[in-house]
């Protein structure tokens, strides 16, 4: 009797040295795990180096330049908000106002901030969707 | 007859030798070694006469997206051209990613090559896009309704979608086709529009909330004019490529580059 006493205290201090080992190995993973941060997304600053002369000078130019800056670095990091697209509605806006001008660039970012809704992908073809279901949005209208 | 028979001993040896192993390249495509790839193919030297050493390096090019080098060595090198197959999975490919380069290689083809490609389902697709007056007879039925799809898209006129979005906000969408967002847009115009009539009801249009209000519904309801016209255009390009994808996918289904 005592020998089998003998064995059954064994046995449970096997199963229980076991336990405790990957339990100790399941906290020393978790504890020591490689964290991975969301890299920062470095944003550029508003700019018209490609723009006529008319558009540097421009007030509104440094008005708008201004207003994204404030918006990117400081209102949008707080959001925290998903959108439906690659490119987020004020990059999407910069850009296009880099490449179109202020007047017809803040008018395609008015017009990505209405479209962006929860079924917007839907309206979209397969090639136009990213590995991530976000719809891909180039500002250029390139035809090849 | 000894010395014969070791000379076809000698020449069956060296013919075996100087072969590329295709599975083995099969293998390092599969398992993406695009390094080993690259050097297994540039270990054979450009005077070793083997005659699909060409072929796999094009293979490669067309694989790794390198579209110029591929034309490049297909101008250096016509008698590529005379392989009908190599040209069929070579265009259904550049397709998918660019139309200007399958024009170029078309063009190679007829400059250079047998003239394969005049016949072929990519040169007619190709031509049937560019041509409202050209009969879509050809296509297979699998086709024809991307290519419906993209007739609709193409019959579109901006100045309807812009008179409808004027009209009434959002409409425009419906009309070119992007239904979803429709309400999106008709809500956002319309909460904004109530406001800064609420606005300039309430305090007057000198308000500087008024101002306010009445800039960002303006700002919304002229984007979603101008927007439309925009976003007419785009459709047509996305439509257009959509359904040369279909083409280029039909083309090269079954079709694996290795």
Request: net charge positive.
């Amino acid at each position: 009797m005592n020998r089998f006493k003998l064995i059954l205290f064994c046995f449970v201090f096997l199963v229980e040295l076991k336990a405790q080992s990957f339990l100790t190995d399941s906290i020393l993973s978790n504890s020591f795990e490689e964290y991975h941060f969301d890299k920062y997304k470095v944003r550029s600053v508003l700019n018209f180096k490609e723009r006529s002369i008319w558009n540097k000078m421009n007030p509104f130019s440094y008005v708008s330049v201004g207003l994204m800056f404030v918006y990117q670095r400081f209102i949008s990091q707080q959001l925290g908000s998903e959108c439906a697209f690659e490119t987020t509605c004020s990059e999407h806006a910069k850009r296009a106002m880099e490449h179109y001008g202020i007047l017809k660039g803040s008018l395609i970012g008015f017009y990505q901030l209405q479209s962006c809704t929860a079924k917007t992908g839907y309206d979209y073809p397969n090639q136009s969707i990213n590995n991530e279901g976000e719809i891909i949005n180039p500002v250029e209208l390139n035809e090849d | 007859m000894k010395i014969k028979l070791l000379m076809v001993f000698l020449m069956i040896c060296f013919s075996s030798y100087s072969q590329i192993n295709s599975s083995f390249i099969k293998h390092l495509v599969l398992y993406d070694l695009n390094t080993e790839h690259n050097s297994y193919l540039n270990s054979f030297s450009d005077s070793t006469n083997i005659d699909s050493l060409d072929y796999f390096k094009l293979k490669f090019y067309l694989l790794h997206n390198k579209y110029d080098t591929f034309l490049d060595n297909v101008s250096v090198n016509p008698d590529v051209l005379n392989d009908s197959s190599l040209l069929d999975y070579s265009t259904g490919h550049l397709l998918k990613w660019s139309i200007s380069k399958t024009k170029s290689l078309i063009k190679i083809d007829s400059l250079f090559g047998m003239n394969y490609l005049s016949n072929s389902l990519i040169k007619k697709s190709l031509l049937l896009v560019g041509d409202k007056t050209l009969s879509a007879d050809f296509l297979p039925s699998s086709l024809r309704t991307h290519f419906d799809e993209f007739e609709k898209t193409r019959n579109k006129k901006a100045w309807v979608g812009g008179a409808l979005a004027t009209l009434l906000p959002g409409a425009g969408k419906l009309y070119i086709g992007r239904g979803k967002s429709f309400l999106g847009s008709f809500m956002v115009n319309i909460f904004y529009g109530a406001t800064a009539y609420e606005s300039i009801h309430q305090f007057g249009i000198r308000n500087t909330y008024s101002i306010l209000t009445t800039g960002v519904f303006s700002a919304f309801y002229l984007s979603n004019i101008y927007g439309t016209i925009f976003d007419l255009k785009r459709i047509k390009i996305e439509k257009k490529k959509h359904f040369l994808y279909e083409v280029a996918d039909y083309q090269s289904s079954g079709v694996y580059l290795y």
